[in-house]
């Protein structure tokens, strides 16, 4: 006759005052550990749509779609191995967090399992190119501080955003290309910046 281990005897007793160590899952809901790496969420009020998060996931997960004046940001859920560069290397630390979602099962297309968001461009008044998204130009801009009135772009769109100066919309487009000194008192792009300065 074989006698059961000391140690196996042991943990049967603890299970039976203590209960069993295994949930009772499906029947209750799981809850993830707190540091759980699960489903890779955009916040789109904390994302500024730099794009950090696309250049550092080593998956391809993240997507970026430029067309127009719109930045379309996608996480594709179903490619991600939920390794949390993304979160680590985010801007500001809080546009994209992998939250504790586990449960991405779906008898669906699996294409479906993603997340958009969408961010605006800010366009430069002469040339109509993008810059680069609204949001990221606002927070460069808090972030410098006093520092961001040494730069035209900065300051003006930023006191746009105040109603402290015309938004773009109500200044005439630039359409010739010669460029006056007051051309510089604009939203440029660094190309057209650069000329409006040599040129005026
Ligand atoms: S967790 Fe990793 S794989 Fe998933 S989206 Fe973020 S960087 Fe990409
Ligand atoms: S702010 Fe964060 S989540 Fe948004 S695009 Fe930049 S790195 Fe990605």
Redesign the pocket.
Known sequence: MRYPKLRELKEAIRAIFKGPYTQDFPRKPHKPFDRFRGRSE??KD?????????QVCPAGA?EIQDQGNIRK?IVHWDLCIFCGQ?QA????Q???MLSNDFDLATTGDRKELKQEIE?EFLLCECCQEAIAPRD?ILWVAKRLGPLMFSNASLMLFYNQNLDLASKSSSIPQKEDKEFLRSDRVRVLCPRCRREAVYKS
Do not use: E, R, S
């Open positions: 955009f916040h904390d994302c500024v749509g730099c794009g950090a998060c696309f993240i940001l993304c290397n985010c801007l500001t809080k546009g994209i961010k990221q």
